[in-house]
């Protein structure tokens, strides 16, 4: 039951990332009276930073390919998603002047490419809503009342309401302000943490050939995290940047979540899979029937085929192959150890560049613990709890905004 002591707000939502605003657009627009508090100078910071500034607002598929982009935990979001599909989110900016493209690896961004553009039309609908924001104040305490509701305190004031939700994200990008507040006053209440660590992070490899491409862009590798026992812990394939650190790009930040959760990162391996569209039976022909008819090519020409020149020469490097080789004459013997080189690269792992550097945070509160057809607390009545402050992590390319949009949505249709 709600308390029948007056409060100074209806709701108040502690954190103005991509869940918290649309929370309090929604629950204002239901006539409720909203405060939120961000601690940040400019609410929507995240959003400004992500997609190389360009904000990957969702991915254009159907509810399922979301679900699917959370493994095992997307099932809690099928209530959030029925509120608010990635149609809807479209619709959403859409009505606000943010028109959308959808690109070919199907992440959808505004036609602008300026981040600005969509927390610029979110701060408009939340103006015209009516919640009101309070830049700079973060919630430092967050305490139930006995006679019911809950009394928020911040640097400068205590405001009391009869539900509070927490929306203050997780531990990624700290210079957002992301420092893992809520998961404390979450915790007051009786709640309980998945473990976490960094998600969607660059992967640190020691190798000298691997700070040598730096720059160089594989548009399709299959990646696999193995661990000592041979046991695949990740897999996915994607576009994959080399970088002076390691590698980065779609493929490796997917699976970086199955290194910085291990308690062991440096006895991971990488597994790489440079044509990931070819069987190793096809590649195999390949060479075979090129080096027959381009012999007095060089051999780097001829896998320079599949790849940039750079990363050809590496491969006959490491096969221990001179680079001037000609094609005639490669033996079963050559063509195998190539062809295990293309297919099945093995990396030494040393671990990920950490919070700093990683989009999302993998782990967070316990999903059995939130009601996922109104996000509210199972431990504590009147409390909720939206986006990444959740153990939920999806795939690179818009799925982690969908589900904050979606709980942060849901959430403020239930404040």
């Known amino acids: 039951m709600e308390s029948p002591v007056p409060h100074d707000y209806d709701a108040i939502i502690l954190g103005a990332g991509a869940a918290g605003l649309l929370a309090a657009i929604f629950a204002a627009e239901r006539g409720r009276k909203v405060l939120l508090l961000e601690k940040g100078r400019k609410a929507g910071v995240k959003i400004l930073m992500s997609g190389g500034t360009r904000c990957n607002i969702t991915h254009n598929c159907d509810v399922r390919g979301i679900v699917e982009a959370f493994g095992s ?102 210079g957002c302000g992301t420092t893992g507040d809520g998961y404390g006053f979450a915790k007051k209440f009786g709640h309980t943490m998945a473990s976490t660590r960094p998600a969607l992070v660059p992967i640190v490899v020691d190798l000298p050939w691997v700070k040598e491409l730096k720059g160089i862009t594989v548009p399709n590798a299959g990646l696999k995290v193995i661990d000592p026992a041979n046991q695949v812990l990740s897999k996915r394939n994607g576009s994959m940047l080399f970088a002076h650190f390691g590698l980065t790009g779609p493929s490796p930040l997917d699976v970086s979540r199955a290194i910085s959760g291990h308690e062991k990162p440096g006895s991971l391996q990488l597994e790489m899979d440079l044509l990931p569209g070819e069987s190793e039976q096809q590649y195999d022909d390949f060479l075979k029937v090129e080096t027959v008819a381009n012999g007095k090519k060089q051999l780097a020409g001829v896998i320079a085929e599949k790849f940039q020149r750079r990363l050809a020469d590496t491969i006959l490097a490491l096969a221990g192959m001179p680079l001037d080789r000609k094609a005639a004459a490669l033996s079963k013997v050559d063509r195998a150890k190539l062809v295990n080189l293309t297919k099945r690269l093995r990396l030494a792992v040393r671990g990920t560049l950490g919070y700093e550097k990683a989009e999302v945070t993998a782990g967070g509160i316990h999903l059995d613990e939130v009601d996922s057809r109104t996000m509210q607390s199972k431990r504590q009545p009147g409390l909720f709890l939206a986006g990444e402050v959740l153990d939920l992590d999806g795939w690179i390319g818009g799925y982690n905004f969908q589900s904050a949009w979606s709980t942060g949505k849901l959430a403020g249709m239930n404040l």
């Open 73 to 174: 935990n997307g099932k809690f979001l099928h209530s959030a998603l029925a509120q608010f599909t990635p149609q809807d989110v479209v619709r959403f900016f859409h009505a606000e002047g943010v028109l959308t493209k959808v690109e070919e690896t199907g992440k959808i961004f505004p036609v602008s490419d300026r981040a600005l553009d969509v927390q610029i039309a979110l701060l408009k609908r939340l103006e015209r809503s009516g919640a009101i924001l309070a830049l700079g104040e973060p919630a430092i305490d967050l305490n139930s009342l006995a006679e019911g509701g809950y009394k928020v305190s911040t640097p400068i004031r205590e405001v009391s309401c009869e539900r509070v939700l927490i929306t203050t994200g997780g531990l990624s990008f700290p």
